[in-house]
C-alpha cells in the first residue's frame, strides 16, 4: 500500500484515496491509523519490484463521458499524462500512468473535478504494469497454462495459493474471486473427479461466494486449506460445508473467523458442518463417538398380485363374474342397465374420494386440478362430508336406485394392465373382493379401489353384489404413462396370479358346445350351468328347465336373437 | 336396529376405528393384533395371512409407518358387519421406499361375544404404484 499519505480510505483491490476526502462524502480521518502498514522508501508497493507505473481507478464511470474526463484531466494537470489501457472494469473506469509526477498530479485533482454534477474521486495504486485487455478464451487459455503449473496428478492436488500474483500472470487482473467462473470450468472439463485438495491460502478471500464456481466443480473435494485468507463469518463456513459435505481436511488458520470463535465452541461448530472431517487446521480431530443407534435395514414385503383366496371352482365364477361387470360398466353411460343382474335387491352403494394435490400433474389434459364434479356430488368421504343429512343420504340402498346410480355415472374404460383383485371368503361363504387399477373417464384418468361384497347364489354359481364401495384418488402421471405403453391394454381382464383364463380341454369344449345349442346361452352362462351340474350334461340340461320355468335366469345369459 | 340406526352407527363405529387402528399401525404397533379376531385373514399388497398371532406377527416385522387418512367411507353388511375403506398415504421409513405412497385398505369388523367389534377380514393395497410387483 502506498505510504504517500495515512489513512484515506480503502477499496475493495486495495486502493486508497489519496485526497482523504472530499464534497462526496468521505469523512476525514485521523491521521495516525494503525491498519495500514508504513513501508519505507520508493514505490515498492506489494510487489518489492520497483515498477514506476500506477494504476488509476475511477468509480461510477457511467456517470460521466471519458473523453470529457480525459480532456479536463489534461488541463488541470498540466502534465502529459499519457494514459495507457484504458478500460472499464465493470462500473469503473481504469488506466494507467508511468511515472509518479503524472500520478500525483493526477490525484490532486481526486475531490475537485467534476463533471456533470458528478464529483469525480480518484484512487491510485502501484502496479507491475498495465493489465492487458484479453479475449475471453485468451484469459482462459493463459489460466489454464498457469493451473497446469500448479496441478498435482500424483497428490490431486491443485496449488492455487496466492493466485494472482503467479509470474505468469503479470498484468493480468486474475485474482481469484474475478477469475473463479474460468477455474471451476476449467476443472470441471479437466478433472472435475479427480481433483481431491486445493489449497486456497493467500488470496484475499473474504468470503466463500468468491469460490463457489471451483467448490462445486471440484465434485470429490475433501482436502480444502484457506488458511490466510480474511474469511469473518460463519454463515460463510456454512456455505462451504453446503458445496464440500464431504471434506476431511480443513484448515482455516489466520483467517479473522477463527479468533471470533473460542476453541471448544469453533471444533464443535466445524464438526457440525463438516460431519466427515478428521484433521483441522494443524491438528487431527479427536475421533468422534458414536453409537449404534442405526437401524437395521428393514424391507417392505414384495407386493403380489391378486390373491384369490378362493376355491378352484368359485374362484373361476368369481373371475367370470368380474369379466361381465367390468364389460358392461365400460359400455358407457346409460348402458348398464344389465348391471341389474349382478346386484342383490338390498343392496348398498356409495362412493368416497379425496383428490390430493401431486406434483407434476396438474392442470394437464385428463388430470384436473379439482376433483370432478360427479364424483363431488356423490362423494360420502367422512373426512370432508361432515353434515349427518349428506352422509345418510349418499349411501344408496337398494338394488333400483344403485344400478339406477351405477348407470348416470360418466363413461369409463378399466385399464386392464392395471387393475388387481384381492378376494377372500367371509362367513356363510360371503366373498369380498377389493379390485383397484386405474380408469379412463375420457375428461380424466382416475385411480380406485372398489371394495365388492358379494353374496354365493348356487343355483347359477354366480354372486349377487350386496354392498359395493368405490374409492377415487387422483391418477399418478407417470404411471398412467406406464401402464399404457403396455400392448392390448384396452381389453377389461384383470390380471390375475397364474394363468389368465382356465383352458378347457377338447371334450370340455365340445360338451359346452352341446349345452349351447340346447339352451341357446352365452357361452359363459354354459359353463356356469355346467359348473354348476359338475359336468355332468344331462344334469344340467334338467337344471336349465327347472330354472327357466321359474323365471330364474337372467335376460343377458341368452344370446342375442 | 332400524336402517337409520345402523348406519348411524356404521359411521360412528368408522370413525373411531380408523383412528384408532392407524394411530396403533404408526405409533403402538406391538399392540395392534389385538384388534384382530382369532381368525381374521389379511391381505397385504397380495400376501396373504391367516390368524391373529400370524398377522400380529406380520405387521410387526413392517418398518416403521407414518400414515395419512384421507379418505373414510363404511357401510352395513348383511350379517350386521360393518366395512370400512380408506384410502390415504403412508410412508414406510426403509431405503428402498421413502416416500409417501397411496393406499387403500378395507376392513371388515364383526362383532365378538363380548359386544366388541374386531377385525375379521383387513385388505391392504398400495395403489397408484409405479414399480411393478
Redesign the interface.
Known amino acids: 500500500v502506498s505510504t504517500q499519505s495515512t489513512g484515506g480510505n480503502m477499496d475493495r483491490d486495495g486502493d486508497t484515496d489519496m485526497g482523504g476526502g472530499g464534497p462526496s462524502g468521505y469523512q476525514s480521518r485521523p491521521r495516525y491509523n494503525p491498519g495500514y502498514h508504513r513501508r519505507p522508501g520508493g514505490n515498492k508497493g506489494k510487489f518489492g519490484n520497483n515498477s514506476a507505473w500506477w494504476k488509476i481507478v475511477v468509480h461510477e464511470a457511467q456517470k460521466f463521458d471519458q473523453t470529457h474526463f480525459f480532456r479536463m484531466l489534461d488541463q488541470t494537470t498540466n502534465e502529459n499524462i499519457d494514459p495507457k489501457n484504458i478500460k472499464l472494469e465493470k462500473n469503473k473506469l481504469v488506466f494507467w500512468v508511468k511515472n509518479h509526477r503524472a500520478k500525483d498530479a493526477i490525484m490532486k485533482q481526486s475531490g475537485k473535478l467534476t463533471l456533470k454534477d458528478h464529483t469525480i474521486n480518484l484512487f491510485a495504486r502501484p502496479s507491475p504494469g498495465p493489465e492487458s485487455e484479453l479475449s475471453g478464451d485468451q484469459l482462459k487459455a493463459k489460466i489454464c497454462s498457469v493451473l497446469e503449473g500448479r496441478y498435482s496428478v500424483v497428490d490431486k492436488k491443485l496449488d492455487l495459493s496466492e493466485f494472482n500474483r503467479d509470474k505468469d500472470l503479470v498484468g493480468i487482473r486474475a485474482q481469484l474471486f474475478v477469475i473463479s467462473n474460468v477455474i471451476g470450468e476449467l476443472i470441471t472439463e479437466k478433472c472435475a473427479d479427480s481433483l481431491e485438495e486445493i489449497d486456497f491460502s493467500r488470496n484475499m478471500l473474504k468470503h466463500t461466494g468468491c469460490i463457489r464456481s471451483i467448490l462445486s466443480a471440484a465434485k470429490n473435494i475433501t482436502r480444502v486449506s484457506l488458511e490466510y485468507n480474511m474469511m469473518n463469518s460463519e454463515s460463510d463456513l456454512k456455505a462451504l460445508s453446503e458445496h464440500c459435505p464431504n471434506l476431511t481436511h480443513l484448515s482455516l488458520k489466520e483467517n479473522p473467523a477463527k479468533k471470533l470463535m473460542e476453541e471448544a465452541k469453533y471444533i464443535a461448530g466445524i464438526r457440525r458442518l463438516f460431519p466427515k472431517l478428521i484433521h483441522l487446521d494443524d491438528l487431527p480431530l479427536p475421533e468422534k463417538i458414536t453409537f449404534e443407534d442405526e437401524e437395521d435395514e428393514v424391507k417392505l414385503p414384495a407386493t403380489k398380485q391378486s390373491t384369490i383366496l378362493l376355491e378352484p371352482l368359485p374362484r373361476q365364477a368369481l373371475e367370470r363374474f368380474f369379466l361381465k361387470y367390468i364389460e358392461i360398466h365400460d359400455g358407457g353411460k346409460g348402458n348398464r342397465a344389465d348391471l341389474v343382474h349382478a346386484y342383490h335387491e338390498k343392496c348398498l352403494f356409495s362412493i368416497a374420494c379425496s383428490w390430493r394435490t401431486r406434483s407434476g400433474n396438474e392442470g394437464k389434459p385428463k388430470f384436473p386440478i379439482k376433483m370432478p364434479l360427479e364424483l363431488s356430488k356423490k362423494n360420502r368421504n367422512f373426512r370432508h362430508i361432515t353434515k349427518a343429512e349428506l352422509r345418510e343420504s349418499r349411501l344408496i340402498v337398494g338394488r333400483d336406485k344403485v344400478v339406477s346410480e351405477v348407470n348416470e355415472m360418466g363413461d369409463t374404460k378399466h385399464i386392464s394392465h392395471s387393475l388387481c383383485i384381492d378376494t377372500s371368503t367371509l362367513e356363510d361363504n360371503f366373498v369380498t373382493a377389493v379390485l383397484t387399477g386405474v380408469v379412463d373417464c375420457q375428461t380424466e384418468y382416475r385411480s380406485f379401489s372398489r371394495t365388492f361384497i358379494l353374496c354365493p347364489v348356487p343355483e347359477t354359481s354366480s354372486y349377487l353384489i350386496t354392498n359395493d364401495q368405490l374409492s377415487v384418488i387422483r391418477t399418478d402421471n407417470d404411471l398412467v404413462k406406464k401402464i399404457e405403453s403396455v400392448p392390448g391394454s384396452s381389453s377389461a381382464a384383470p390380471s390375475t396370479s397364474g394363468a389368465a383364463t382356465p383352458g378347457y380341454t377338447p371334450e370340455q369344449e365340445a360338451l359346452i358346445g352341446r349345452v349351447g345349442v340346447a339352451t341357446k346361452m352365452t357361452r359363459e352362462a354354459c359353463i356356469q350351468l355346467l359348473t354348476a351340474a359338475q359336468g355332468d350334461y344331462n344334469q344340467a340340461i334338467a337344471k336349465f328347465a327347472e330354472m327357466k320355468n321359474a323365471g330364474q335366469i337372467p335376460a343377458n345369459f341368452f344370446l342375442s336373437a | 336396529m332400524s336402517?337409520?340406526a345402523e348406519?348411524?352407527t356404521c359411521?360412528e363405529t368408522?370413525?373411531t376405528f380408523h383412528k384408532l387402528f392407524y394411530e396403533k399401525l404408526d405409533k403402538s404397533r406391538q399392540t395392534i393384533g389385538k384388534l384382530y379376531l382369532d381368525n381374521a385373514?389379511l391381505?397385504?399388497?397380495?400376501?396373504?395371512v391367516k390368524g391373529k398371532a400370524e398377522i400380529s406377527g406380520?405387521l410387526q416385522?413392517?418398518?416403521?409407518s407414518h400414515t395419512n387418512?384421507?379418505?373414510?367411507?363404511?357401510?352395513?353388511?348383511?350379517?350386521s358387519?360393518i366395512?370400512i375403506?380408506t384410502?390415504?398415504?403412508v410412508k414406510?421409513?426403509?431405503?428402498?421406499?421413502n416416500r409417501d405412497q397411496?393406499f387403500?385398505q378395507?376392513f371388515?369388523l364383526k362383532k365378538t361375544d363380548t359386544k366388541t367389534m374386531k377385525v375379521?377380514?383387513d385388505?391392504f393395497?398400495?395403489?397408484?404404484?409405479?414399480?411393478s410387483?
Open positions: 336402517k337409520a348406519i348411524v359411521i368408522a370413525e385373514t391381505t397385504w399388497n397380495g400376501n396373504a406380520f416385522k413392517l418398518p416403521i387418512v384421507y379418505s373414510v367411507d363404511a357401510q352395513p353388511l348383511m350379517d358387519s366395512m375403506v384410502t390415504g398415504t414406510f421409513q426403509s431405503t428402498n421406499s397411496d387403500s378395507t371388515v375379521s377380514f385388505c393395497r398400495l395403489i397408484n404404484k409405479i414399480e410387483g
